[in-house]
């Protein structure tokens, strides 16, 4: 990796990069969809449980088609889907039988954004089996965005340790990962991006007979780059630009603590990242984007708009649930403030590893 004047990302807009061969912290605007499942007149909830897995998992693949058909109606837009994934319901990550939660992550223009939003109330999927709510947008660009995660780490429970730990998809990693990683490797430098690194190390947690858990786990010299690391990535994926053949997109979860008992415990097998990550912007140019800036010829960009989320919300006590959990009281909630977005190239193709 080449010196560095200084430690944090370089951000251009939305994209935070910090070597041109090495993944890029992505700040999206994301929306949260609600999904509740619709039991027939008579059926019993229990048979509703049986064939909830099979039901959420079309449901999912539904809502990605419609997006992306309505995102493919406004060529002009310049939106692209970068990501629809699960997340957990509550603090305890339970997953209710009939119900299930997911968040889908967009890159460009606010308008069209609003619009979509206000087009998914109630929707019905799965032939009428699955309503659809999406309740809450936030972009994870605006200031906004920035205070709410300073809010979530008031107290020094965590601004005092110097470890992190991070989730990463297996798919981006060779099949020997599971080792310490030292200065040159990609990971190593990408945490070092933030502060000085003591010890790095990528842990694989077996989940039924394959390795599809792996987490990055590392060690900073002062607590305020593991801060600063959080930070920059709290609620924002990282993208992967090794893959030419399609979007490469991961939800990054990562978490603050002490270091030696965060790697025990996943050594252990155990889980430890936290549902929704949080963490304290005590570096500004590490986790703070820029003013909306031109990208490239793919990309657009515009002035923030204020504005209010459009539509309809059912449910009011549901949609005050999603956002208590995204921002606790004293946290100033998600609101859709957008700034300038860009593209990503290709779509629906098999991932490709990233550089290690």
């Not at 088609?65 to 994934?85: F, K, Q, T």
């Not at 107290?155 to 990463?168: I, K, P, Q």
């Not at 039924?208 to 994926?237: Q, W």
């Amino acid at each position: 990796m080449a010196d560095r004047e200084a430690f944090g990302l370089n951000w251009n807009g939305r994209w935070g990069c910090w070597t041109d061969e090495g993944v890029v912290v992505l700040a999206t605007c994301v929306g949260v969809i609600e999904l509740i499942l619709v039991s027939p007149p008579g059926q019993p909830a229990a048979a509703a449980g049986a064939i909830a897995d099979t039901t959420f998992e079309t449901a999912l693949a539904e809502i990605r088609r419609n997006l992306d058909a309505e995102i493919a109606n406004d060529p002009s837009s310049g939106v692209v889907l970068a990501s629809v994934h699960w997340v957990p319901i509550g603090v305890a990550e339970d997953i209710h039988d009939r119900r299930r939660r997911i968040r889908v992550a967009f890159v460009g223009d606010p308008a069209p954004c609003r619009k979509l939003q206000a087009a998914w109330q109630k929707r019905r999927l799965c032939n009428g089996a699955v309503d659809a709510i999406w309740g809450v947008l936030f972009d994870s660009a605006s200031p906004e965005h920035s205070r709410r995660v300073a809010a979530m780490f008031i107290g020094t429970e965590r601004t005092n340790h110097r470890g992190l730990a991070m989730s990463l998809p297996a798919r981006w990693l060779p099949k020997q990962a599971g080792s310490e990683l030292k200065a040159g490797e990609h990971w190593f430098d990408f945490g070092s991006v933030f502060g000085e690194v003591e010890a790095a190390e990528l842990i694989c947690i077996p989940a039924g007979g394959r390795r599809s858990n792996v987490h990055l786990i590392l060690k900073f010299r002062e607590p305020r780059s593991a801060c600063a690391m959080c930070e920059a990535l709290t609620d924002r994926y990282l993208y992967n630009p090794g893959n030419q053949k399609g979007n490469d997109c991961h939800a990054v979860t990562c978490q603050v603590g002490d270091f030696h008992a965060m790697r025990e415990r996943l050594r252990s097998g155990k889980a430890l990242l936290e549902t929704i990550p949080s963490g304290l912007p005590l570096a500004k140019k590490a986790g703070a984007p820029c003013q909306p800036a031109s990208l490239s010829s793919a990309a657009s960009s515009s002035q923030p708009v204020r504005t209010q989320s459009s539509g309809p919300l059912w449910s009011p006590a549901l949609i005050e649930e999603m956002k208590a959990e995204l921002c606790p009281p004293t946290a100033i909630p998600p609101t859709a403030i957008f700034g300038g977005g860009g593209g990503i190239g290709g779509s629906g193709a098999a991932p490709r590893q990233a550089p290690t």
